[in-house]
């Protein structure tokens, strides 16, 4: 039976009203959903009109532009009160409570959760999908293997040496989401870092299909990038198993990757838990802003504006007109235009319905207001895009030129595209090496550096009143005068 869950989310751009979407409790998992494993919706008509509202910069107050800016406010406490029974069930009954969560949300029996990636049978792929993950691969090992950097090590004072050291997490669990769609890009995203970093247990959660099987495009990545282990589950109940431990699933000590708004409560509710686990980064719906000048081809702003648009309804889509002489009704009209055209259509058309463009007077104010924004993805379609780059202070990752598709980002130009969403991207990076790695500080000090740095660090330990830090110090400072004096 399909639970309705009521999440209300109010979108706060101007004239806006609430939207009050009805979410199954099925997407505890998001395969409920899915048509036919591993594969898009059916394509299916989309009759809409572009229907993104317009505003000017320069017309609007300080106030108004905060509003414009804001995103969707989710009330997680109906999320919470579902998701927290969950998370204790795993906790308390490991393995059979995923199993039943996964046959009543996902309709898949399960005899074994988990799998060491090691014992499974080699995917069949079809030639030319292997070569297009073999191609995003290389580029994404060559991209984070080039993160890597040497030890660090500093003589701050005569005698005095400090450096510092990285090392792997040892055990991290990877989350890749299943639903109206499976992203097998998402599993080298997050596995291949894990690899260069050295981490030792690597768990891939992930929903299966129908017949308990997993993706085969996932599994293949799996692989590739050195996954050890493969929960065949979603939801929250993955994310609980891979924190808590199971009989089956190893327990890891930090967990990644994009999910809806359950997963990302469970991510929530563990980080803060006694599973002692910590998260990547704050999650939220998918998004893009792109900036576009009189010169950019309005196919192409239109089909980047959709891309992330059929994500889904929450999706996050924002316009930034830079100057003047633009055709912003062949924007939109291309939008509609596209938009009917897409298997998706339905989900890009009701993001579109709570998008907005505003309208800058030059590419100073454009990037004024995307810095405010923060947003996950940003495109600057623009003359010349390069020498904006500089003045680009908060975004998860950009995009410069009319020949640079966010698309290529998702999939295979190297970066990763596990990135801060719903502003976060003013605090947080996205996903990299340094994400799976946790650096360690040593200091090693000579019988000369003591004496130099010692006296300095009892006069400040005396004036924080810690007399055994003091203490620390100035019994190894009598000890070595007391040698001295001997010689």
Excluded at 226 to 254: D, R
Excluded at 321 to 346: F, M, S
Aim: aromatic share 6%.
């Amino acid at each position: 039976m399909t639970i309705l869950t009521r999440i209300n989310i109010s979108f706060p751009h101007i004239s806006s009203p609430i939207r009050r979407l009805s979410v199954p409790a099925g997407a505890l998992s998001t395969t409920a959903t899915r048509r036919r494993h591993c594969s898009s919706p059916s394509p299916s008509p989309c009759f809409v009109s572009c229907a993104m509202k317009s505003y000017r910069l320069s017309e609007l107050s300080v106030e108004e532009v905060d509003r414009l800016k804001a995103r969707p406010r989710i009330d997680f406490s109906s999320i919470f009160s579902v998701v927290q029974p969950i998370v204790d069930d795993v906790r308390d009954r490991g393995d059979a409570a995923v199993k039943e969560y996964t046959a009543r949300f996902d309709k898949v029996e399960l005899d074994r959760i988990a799998e060491e990636v090691a014992d499974l049978p080699e995917p069949e792929l079809d030639p030319r999908v292997k070569e297009a993950f073999d191609v995003a691969y290389d580029n994404i090992y060559a991209f984070h293997a080039a993160q890597k950097t040497g030890e660090q090590s500093v003589e701050n004072m005569i005698g005095v040496r400090c450096k510092r050291v990285a090392r792997g997490i040892s055990s991290v669990g990877l989350y890749v989401p299943g639903g109206t769609a499976v992203l097998p890009s998402t599993a080298l995203m997050l596995s291949i870092p894990a690899k260069i970093a050295g981490c030792k247990t690597v768990v891939l959660a992930t929903p299966p299909g129908q017949d308990g099987s997993i993706c085969k495009e996932v599994l293949y990545c799996a692989k590739k990038a050195g996954v050890t282990h493969i929960l065949k589950a979603g939801g929250a109940q993955a994310i609980s198993a891979m924190a808590w431990g199971t009989g089956s699933c190893p327990k890891v000590e930090k967990i990644f990757g994009p999910g809806n708004q359950y997963v990302t409560a469970a991510k929530m509710i563990l980080q803060n838990s006694e599973a002692m686990i910590s998260i990547d980064m704050p999650a939220g719906p998918s998004e893009v802003l792109v900036i576009a000048d009189k010169h950019a081809n309005p196919v192409h702003v239109a089909a980047d504006l959709l891309s992330q648009a059929e994500h889904g309804p929450d999706s996050q889509v924002a316009l930034v007109i830079a100057g003047d002489n633009v055709d912003l009704k062949a924007i939109e009209d291309e939008i509609t235009k596209q938009c009917q055209q897409l298997p998706r259509g339905e989900f890009a058309s009701k993001a579109l319905s709570h998008s907005f463009t505003v309208l800058a007077c030059d590419m100073l104010e454009a990037i004024s207001f995307s810095n405010l924004y923060a947003p996950e993805h940003l495109i600057i379609n623009v003359k010349d895009a390069e020498k904006w780059e500089s003045f680009i202070e908060n975004a998860g990752s950009v995009f410069l030129g009319q020949w640079t598709p966010e698309s290529v980002g998702d999939y295979a130009s190297g970066t990763n595209h596990v990135l801060p969403t719903y502003g976060y991207a003013r605090m947080y990076g996205g996903v990299s090496l340094d994400s799976f790695q946790k650096y360690i500080t040593v200091q090693t000090l000579t019988e000369e550096g003591l004496r130099n740095l010692g006296p300095y660090v009892a006069t400040m330990a005396e004036v924080e009143g810690l007399d055994a830090h003091k203490r620390a110090v100035t019994l190894r400072l009598q000890d070595i005068e007391a040698r001295q004096a001997l010689k």
